[in-house]
């Protein structure tokens, strides 16, 4: 139990196009997901946390007109890079859970590479 | 501000011996903790899970909590080079759905 898929693993851009990553949770329903960026031999970073049915809240220093995320069911959440450049290539992980005490279980990644 | 500190190693330790990591919090009110293992090039996953005071065995790995002071600890028995990873303590406070991140210790088992 407790999985979580993204899609595409992995995807290659021009710059100045615009890339969807799409997370699912499988198996439970998820009131809460979690978009993370980690830079090679860095940590995590949190990027926003998103309800179901509402806002994104990002943290400070993620432009939200960028990165956008839409939440619109209980399993499925959705990132979209907007006029991706070089410096937005990163490895993109996503993460859900059902509560505020229950765990967090992540999703396998997804690696952007902006041209 | 909430902060979770662990040392980023390398911690090197030869195969069969007990690996320990530790972690740090700040906030006192924290209440659920728990360790996640990530291979290079992949995402995190779950070891386990931590709530009260004490220990929790899992299979060779045995998470500590003591939140007196402010530490929960990840300890594995019979170390294999395939535990070679940066392992991830990470910390919610009460009620809070958004856990604190520490930045990881880099384990390495070398044969």
């Known amino acids: 139990g407790a999985v979580v898929s993204q899609h595409p693993s992995w995807v290659i851009c021009k710059s100045g196009t615009s890339v969807k990553i799409e997370c699912r949770s499988l198996?439970?329903?998820?009131?809460?997901m979690f978009w993370y960026r980690q830079f090679p031999k860095q940590s995590l970073m949190l990027m926003a946390t998103?309800?179901?049915?509402?806002?994104?809240?990002?943290e400070q220093g993620v432009e939200k007109d960028k990165f956008l995320i839409n939440h619109a069911s209980l399993t499925l959440s959705t990132l979209t890079v907007t006029s991706a450049h070089p410096e937005d290539s990163s490895f993109y992980i996503c993460?859900?859970?059902?509560?505020?005490?229950?765990?967090?279980?992540f999703g396998p990644g997804t690696r952007l590479l902006v041209l | 501000q909430k902060e979770v500190e662990q040392n980023s190693g390398p911690l090197s330790v030869p195969e069969g011996a007990i690996a320990s990591l530790n972690c740090t919090y700040s906030?006192?009110?924290?209440?659920?903790f728990f360790w996640y293992r990530q291979y290079s090039g992949k995402s995190p996953e779950l070891i386990m899970s931590i709530y009260s005071n004490g220990d929790k065995e899992d299979g060779r790995f045995t998470a500590q909590l003591n939140k007196a002071s402010q530490y929960v600890s990840l300890l594995i028995r019979d170390s294999q080079p395939s535990d070679s990873a940066t392992y991830l303590c990470?910390?919610?406070?009460?009620?809070?759905?958004?856990?604190?991140f520490g930045r990881g210790t880099s384990l390495i088992v070398h044969p």
């Open positions: 906030d006192r009110g924290s209440q659920s």
């Open positions: 990470a910390v919610k406070g009460a009620g809070s759905y958004i856990p604190t």
């Open positions: 998103s309800n179901e049915g509402s806002k994104a809240t990002y």
């Open positions: 993460s859900a859970s059902t509560g505020s005490q229950e765990t967090q279980y």
């Open positions: 198996d439970f329903q998820a009131t809460t």
